[in-house]
């Protein structure tokens, strides 16, 4: 069995998936299985620093385990082999994530499953929220230390011919919201009555470089299940509006609705897309 592992601990839970789901599927494409492993005490370290709890690890050694099913096993197995991304190289004639989408999308589904404790606490914002999937819009915006790529900051208004495309579909239709910095969503609160932002989902001070998780002042596990419980809700949306983050893509992944990728692609490659749209794998001018 192939221990998938990683280094980069100042990292996000969702980049940590992306890297874990590519490689597994390497794995199976060479007849091998693989389990995917963020243990703690290890040097260098095996985890993702913002969410180390010792709480938790008392109760589970995995941290993957703490928000997730592991796919391919329910016990611990036995090591054959390390694989950690840092220093991996794919063998694989098409990679995973240069595969069609259908592919990524289905793989994802198939495959990343939320634990108990995920779901219970999802289905709690439900109920409190009254949200019904069928008939809501998702909005994320990410924010912070995008930037540092080249990419430059989304006006929250760049949303809005989207999301009144979607209320045209759905007039009925609520909209949920989230983002990483404080008082972006006002503008988008301040148009739509019918919009609601997820209070349990922290966000960064206006213009802060740096994403929510790694200062809030909750414990390293209430941190991890902030994204872990975006991708939970906002993969269920009837339609799902987004800018580029690791994030938005694996709920999109995992989501069988309407996706509106703003200035990047569903498959999270790095095509120059910042005045672009894609909606269907057709792109159009924002």
């Not at 998780?213 to 509006?241: D, H, N, T």
């Amino acid at each position: 069995m192939i221990y998938l592992e990683k280094t980069d601990i100042g990292a996000t839970l969702t980049t940590w998936i992306y890297c874990a789901f590519w490689q597994m599927f390497s794995a199976e494409q060479h007849g091998k299985d693989a389990y995917i492993n963020w243990p703690s005490g290890m040097n260098p370290s095996r985890c993702l620093k913002p969410y180390e709890d010792d709480l938790m690890f008392a109760q589970k050694q995995n941290m993957f385990d703490w928000y997730f099913v592991q796919p391919k096993v329910k016990d611990i197995p036995e090591c054959t082999e390390v694989w950690t991304w840092e220093n991996w190289q794919d063998a694989c004639a098409v990679p995973f994530m240069a595969q069609p989408l259908s592919v990524i999308k289905d793989y994802y589904r198939k495959h990343l499953h939320f634990n108990d404790i995920v779901n219970a606490r999802g289905n709690a914002l439900v109920e409190k929220y009254n949200i019904d999937f069928s008939k809501t819009i998702g909005i994320t915006w990410r924010g912070t230390d995008n930037v540092t790529d080249g990419r430059p900051r989304m006006p929250i208004e760049t949303y809005f011919k989207y999301i009144d495309q979607a209320l045209e579909a759905i007039p009925d239709a609520r909209i949920m919201c989230t983002a990483e910095e404080e008082t972006i969503l006002q503008p988008l609160l301040d148009r739509y009555p019918q919009a609601f932002n997820i209070d349990e989902f922290h966000s960064s001070p206006f213009g802060c470089m740096d994403n929510p998780e790694r200062f809030i002042p909750i414990s390293g596990f209430e941190r991890g299940i902030q994204p872990a419980l975006m991708v939970w809700l906002f993969s269920k949306c009837a339609w799902y509006i987004k800018n580029r983050s690791s994030t938005g893509a694996i709920a999109s992944w995992l989501s069988t609705g309407k996706i509106i990728n703003l200035g990047h692609p569903e498959n999270l490659g790095y095509d120059k897309m910042d005045d672009q749209v894609e909606i269907d794998g057709k792109r159009f001018p924002l």
